[in-house]
Nanobody, 117 residues
Framework: QVQLVESGGGLVQAGGSLRLSCAAS????????MNWFRQAPGKEREFVAT????????SYADSVSGRFTISKDSAKNTVYLEMNSLNPEDTAVYYC??????????WGKGTLVTVSS
């Protein structure tokens, strides 16, 4: 099993920045990638960003490309999401997902980001 704990959410004004963290514990030896998703009120969960654990290749949703940066600290089994130029449309619960090499997925409980106009 893998446990994920997200942190760093909060209330920020439009144009501001936040940094989210997601720490993985448990059976973390076989990480394939870690991802960020978000779910806004009344909307479906959507992909935000991903990072491959081996090599560090990243990919972003068009809506956040150029504003958000995903990074990792392999020694700490932690993934980060640096969010800049936030706007009210970025308001959502942000979830971390751990993808194992064998294909299993694990989700965190989420952290709320609220962007005020």
């Amino acid at each position: 099993q893998v446990q994920l704990v997200e942190s760093g959410g909060g209330l920020v004004q439009a144009g501001g920045s936040l940094r989210l963290s997601c720490a993985a514990s448990g059976r973390t030896a076989s990480i394939y990638s870690m991802n960020w998703f978000r779910q806004a009120p009344g909307k479906e969960r959507e992909f935000v960003a991903t990072i491959r654990w081996s090599g560090g290749r990243t990919s972003y949703a068009d809506s956040v490309s150029g504003r958000f940066t995903i990074s990792k600290d392999s020694a700490k089994n932690t993934v980060y999401l640096e969010m800049n130029s936030l706007n009210p449309e970025d308001t959502a619960v942000y979830y971390c997902r751990f993808v194992a090499v064998a294909g299993m997925n694990y989700w965190g409980k989420g952290t709320l980001v609220t962007v005020s106009s």
